[in-house]
């Protein structure tokens, strides 16, 4: 195998595969702070149905979200290997430094350069997605986490 020149390696990024119910979203594995069992979370009154609750993680109350629903779809019954998956927050959108997306197992760590993703000019997208890909592991979601933590403001 032909080693990588410094500019090639620039180019990879590390990132996960998120299994969800319905497609597996693609992030950069900076965007994931770790991923916990799933646990009772804390409810909070009057929310909107994408809004769980809250998780205590870390000594932090860390909003939890479904995806499926905050993607105007259907949340169905969880897997029984369903984990929490801690996101950072990036924007400036909450005050909060993380939330949480309800997922449907462990992420699989892929590393992709430019050549190893193309987008998926077929698939629909929804709100709360940025763009449809195809990678060697198959097709994926690329999730708009922008939006995600500004329903996060919203209620937390």
Do not use: C
């Amino acid at each position: 195998m032909k080693a990588m020149t410094p500019a090639e390696q620039d180019t990879i990024v590390s990132s996960l595969l998120v299994p969800m119910q319905q497609k597996n979203l693609l992030v950069p594995n900076v965007a994931i702070a770790e991923v916990v069992p799933k646990s009772t979370l804390s409810p909070l009154e009057n929310a909107p149905p994408w809004f769980l609750g809250y998780l205590e993680w870390r000594g932090e109350q860390v909003p939890v979200l479904s995806f499926e629903v905050a993607n105007s779809q259907v949340h169905a019954q969880d897997a029984s290997q369903a984990r929490i998956a801690v996101f950072n927050a990036v924007s400036d959108k909450s005050r909060r430094r993380f939330f949480g997306l309800l997922v449907q197992g462990i992420p699989r760590q892929i590393k992709l350069g430019e050549a190893d993703i193309r987008e998926d000019s077929q698939a629909s997208l929804a709100q709360a997605e940025k763009q449809a890909v195809i990678t060697q592991l198959g097709k994926a979601s690329i999730p708009d986490l922008d939006y995600l933590e500004g329903l996060v403001a919203r209620v937390a």
